[in-house]
T-cell receptor
Framework: AQSVAQPEDQVNVAEGNPLTVKCTYS??????LFWYVQYPNRGLQFLLK??????LVKGSYGFEAEFNKSQTSFHLKKPSALVSDSALYFC??????????????FGDGTTLTVKP | DTGVSQDPRHKITKRGQNVTFRCDPI?????LYWYRQTLGQGPEFLTY????????KSRLLSDRFSAERPKGSFSTLEIQRTEQGDSAMYLC??????????????FGQGTRLTVV
């Protein structure tokens, strides 16, 4: 079984400030972790992923995320938020063990609002 | 546009009617997924194909739901005898397994179903 928790429904930050969107996960095999962003009337867009290697991964639009195995977390971060970052963010986990079917389990999402 | 496309984008149907949705994945992708998303929740996995083989189905997929991918390219999702609880956004995603694999899935914009 695999699951994802995004403990905050909403995150509010001021433009120019750093932002963090939290995610914790549970998976029985190797964790493959993903962040997606969803803008109104748009599909889910891939931001970044952790598969293996460096715990800090960098993705699109200046976002990065840190994989922490001991805390089973994969928090999304950005050093300086933009108003245009306001959107709905989803964390997802997949069991990367060889032979696994490949389905991803998503969290319920966090709405990020960046105020000017 | 070479992304995942879904048709129709919106569907309003009366309770008890059958509906069918189509998904055209990215052309070289051999994995195709269907998810369902309701307001305030993340996407929930429904079913998954590798080429034309349906390899996994969620318990969410009742007997009224059927999905096909007859030639390993496009896929259809049919809902028979629709119920109001079927109202949701139905998302299709695709990914590539094998040489040059993309571990992340690429999503279409979804089909929004409203059952009245």
């Amino acid at each position: 079984a695999q699951s994802v928790a995004q403990p905050e429904d909403q995150v509010n930050v001021a433009e120019g400030n750093p932002l963090t969107v939290k995610c914790t996960y549970s998976v029985s095999g190797n964790p493959y972790l993903f962040w997606y962003v969803q803008y109104p009337n748009r599909g889910l867009q891939f931001l970044l992923k952790y598969i293996t290697g460096d715990n800090l991964v960098k993705g699109s639009y200046g976002f990065e995320a840190e994989f922490n195995k001991s805390q089973t977390s994969f928090h999304l971060k950005k050093p300086s938020a933009l108003v245009s970052d306001s959107a709905l963010y989803f964390c997802a986990v997949r069991d990367g063990t060889e032979g696994n079917a490949g389905k991803s389990t998503f969290g319920d999402g966090t709405t990020l609002t960046v105020k000017p | 546009d070479t992304g995942v496309s879904q048709d129709p984008r919106h569907k309003i149907t009366k309770r008890g009617q059958n509906v069918t949705f189509r998904c055209d994945p990215i052309s070289e992708h051999n994995r195709l997924y269907w998810y369902r998303q309701t307001l305030g929740q993340g996407p929930e996995f429904l079913t998954y194909f590798q080429n034309e083989a349906q390899l996994e189905k969620s318990r969410l997929l009742s007997d009224r739901f059927s999905a096909e991918r007859p030639k390993g390219s496009f896929s259809t999702l049919e809902i028979q005898r629709t119920e109001q609880g079927d109202s949701a956004m139905y998302l299709c995603a695709s990914s590539l397994r094998g040489v040059g694999a993309s571990t992340e899935a690429f999503f279409g914009q979804g089909t929004r179903l409203t059952v009245v």
